[in-house]
């Protein structure tokens, strides 16, 4: 039951991020900051790949302790994600397509690392009180959330699809 579980949570987070990925290589440039609610189009899919990374995480010290992290200061800077105000960093396309690559990367490392002990236990979030394995789901819905968020956004400002994205996808 666990490969089950672990194979579907793994196929489920690449699904969201690829979908979360096409909206990013299918956004014009002209919609690239644009608003998306109350933020920018690039903020909202770097708040999406923010919280991502640090779920897939143990807590918040592992995550901004990352090599990826620490030999990416320009992408991070002071962490404004983490503050209780309003984000201002804008963010360029290749930078958000690297920390794309590398949450998909972790994602699939992550899971396959997960034992039924892990998933069972607490979250490693305060502010997150389930198991590890609700952790995952809760993730999985966020980048949901915001991929569709930015679906709508292309599909109203660029009349552009963003096609479904599900088991046995191929990108082309």
Known sequence: MLDIIKQLLASQYEA????LGICVEKCP??????KVGNLG?????????????MYLGRNVKSFKAQPFHQENPDIFRDYEEMEDR?????????SIRKYL???R???????ASETEQSLRGPSGFEWRKCSRAELHVYNI???QHHAAQLSLRLRLDAK???PWVGSGWREV
């Open 16 to 19: 969201a991020l690829c979908t």
């Open 29 to 34: 440039e002209n919609l690239w900051t644009g």
């Open 41 to 53: 189009f690039c903020q909202v899919v770097f708040h999406t790949l923010f919280y991502d990374d």
């Open 86 to 94: 309003a984000q201002v960093q804008m963010y360029d396309r290749e």
């Open 101 to 103: 690559r590398y949450c």
């Open 105 to 111: 990367t972790k994602a699939g490392e992550t899971i």
């Open 141 to 143: 819905r966020h980048i």
């Open 160 to 162: 552009l699809e963003i």
